[in-house]
């Protein structure tokens, strides 16, 4: 079970008042976790990765164990830590506003 | 009873207004999709019930809503806009190739007979369809196949596909305008597109008189008489009594004739207004005044309209889509202001009054007469 932790913008738009849990068959990535849950919230498509490259959209970054994998490979194996639900994937909204 | 419902896009939100016939006493509800920028929402002419909505971020993206029941509740809707056909470039404000890249969908524009027909109008710049309520979109790609696409440049606020025009009187034929190319013509459904600039005059091009460059900010008709266009453009208000194959200048005696909006009186097709603002860099009323201003000739004589704006230390903008009339006996008029102030005038501007007053800054109004 991977947990996941969506920006609160996100969280209302997939009508979740909590973290996101996930089922995920075969190796925990990036692109596992993103396609499990745009596959469970589909009104998340487009939100987190752009629709055509697949890339993580600009002011967004992934935090994994304390630290910044916005910049990992999406097919680079998550730690054990997070594959297990010890620790979140967590999606996060880059600070704005001054 | 008869009613209206106004619909205003925010820089943080969406907000119903409802009211009457009377248009007195107001309901407000909202804010919906709170923190999002809803640059246009819109209903169905072929049925009040269905709105949809273009609620956009620089941290999420795109995403489109729809309502089925009247802005009660709503379901997010395919949101995947691809240009269609090969990577291509316009010009950037620097003059160099630049790919063309979707930002966000600026206007929506539904079909006056099907409810699931709707039509978006994009930056950068292009024309999509959805023939499935907003499941999925295509685009109408001739647009960008014109010659000219690649000389296409960007206005201040990108490069924006913002108005969507459809001749109710042929279904073939659709207006758009584009900041900063012109307006664009098809009159067979989108298979063919050609520029009707005919007539503009804008300073800021080596070619004054070109056919493709200028910065139009919105066009208006009177569905009574879809031959006769009126145009806002960044300078000049504009007419033309040939669908566009020709303009003439009816600025006349207006203060200053820049500005966004431009709309026409939903029973008098002659009478039309704008909203006068001072210069392309001073995006507020002349004088600190809050003017509607409105013809009853088509042009040329205008009349201030102020009772009930503010008439000194107002400075406030008004964009291009955040002005809209109503359909009933005594037409309504409505526009938001940069500032968060809703006002309606139900006497076709002779006298005005706020709705709200402390909104986020507006940046469009729609207003459906509901039965």
């Known amino acids: 079970m991977i947990r996941v932790v969506l920006p609160v ?8 008042d909590r973290e996101v849990e996930l ?3 075969g190796q925990a990535t990036q692109r596992s976790v993103l396609d499990a849950l745009e596959t469970e919230y589909p009104m998340l498509r487009g939100t987190i990765r752009a629709h055509d490259t697949q890339e993580r959209r600009a002011f ?6 304390g630290e910044d994998w916005s910049h990992e490979l999406p097919d680079t194996p998550l730690p054990d830590s997070v594959a297990t639900g010890a620790e979140p994937f967590m999606v996060i909204g880059a600070m704005a506003g001054g | ?27 407000v509800r909202g804010p919906e999709f709170a923190g999002w920028e809803i640059y246009h929402l819109k209903g169905s002419p072929a049925d009040p019930d269905r709105l949809y909505a273009s609620q956009t971020t620089g941290w999420f993206g795109q995403l489109i809503q729809r309502s089925d029941d009247g802005g009660r509740t709503w379901e997010t809707m395919g949101n995947e806009f691809g240009y269609e056909g090969m990577p291509r470039t316009h010009q950037w404000y620097d003059g160099t190739p630049h790919p063309w890249e979707f930002a966000r969908v600026w206007h929506l524009e539904p079909s006056p007979t099907d409810p699931d027909t709707i039509y978006a109008g994009v930056e950068d710049a292009a024309l999509f369809r959805s023939v499935d309520g907003a499941k999925t979109w295509q685009e109408l790609p001739a647009l960008r196949d014109h ?6 440049q960007p206005g201040a606020g990108g490069m924006c596909l913002h108005t969507v025009v459809l001749d109710p009187s042929n279904p073939e034929r659709i207006f758009v305008a584009i900041s900063a190319a012109g307006v664009f013509r098809t009159d067979d459904a989108g298979k063919s597109w050609r520029p009707v600039n005919r007539g503009l005059h804008s300073e800021g091009l080596p070619d004054s008189e070109a056919e493709v460059g200028h910065c ?36 006349g005696n207006l203060p200053s004739d820049f500005g966004f ?63 809209a009339v109503d359909s009933l006996e005594s037409c309504g008029v409505y526009f938001g202001t940069s500032g968060g102030q809703v006002y309606a005038s139900a006497d076709a501007g002779d006298t005005w009054a706020p709705i709200v007053r402390d909104l986020p800054a507006v940046m469009s109004v729609e207003v459906q007469t509901l039965a």
Not at chain 2, 1 to 25: H, W, Y
Not at chain 2, 226 to 250: I, T
Not at chain 2, 267 to 282: A, Q, R
């Open chain 1, 9 to 16: 913008h996100l969280r209302t738009l997939a009508h979740l």
């Open chain 1, 23 to 25: 089922h995920i068959e």
């Open chain 1, 60 to 65: 967004l970054r992934f935090f994994v164990c």
């Open chain 2, 1 to 27: 009873m008869s009613g209206v419902r106004v619909l205003v896009g925010t820089r943080k939100g969406a907000f119903v207004l409802t009211s009457d016939e009377r248009r007195e006493r107001w309901d």
């Open chain 2, 147 to 152: 010659d000219s696409a690649p000389s296409w």
């Open chain 2, 216 to 251: 139009v900010h919105r066009i208006a008709m009177h569905r009574s008489r879809p031959e006769v266009m009126f145009m806002q453009k960044h300078w000049d208000v504009m007419r033309s009594d040939d669908a566009g194959e020709s303009w003439r200048e009816v600025s």
């Open chain 2, 261 to 323: 909006p431009i709309e026409v009186h939903a029973h008098e097709p002659e009478t039309v207004y704008v909203v006068p603002i001072k210069s392309d860099s001073e995006h507020y009323p002349p004088d600190g005044r809050l003017r509607v201003y409105r013809s009853r000739t088509g042009g040329n004589e205008w009349e201030a309209l102020t009772e009930g704006l503010p008439q000194k230390d107002c400075y406030v903008n008004v964009l291009r889509d955040a002005m």
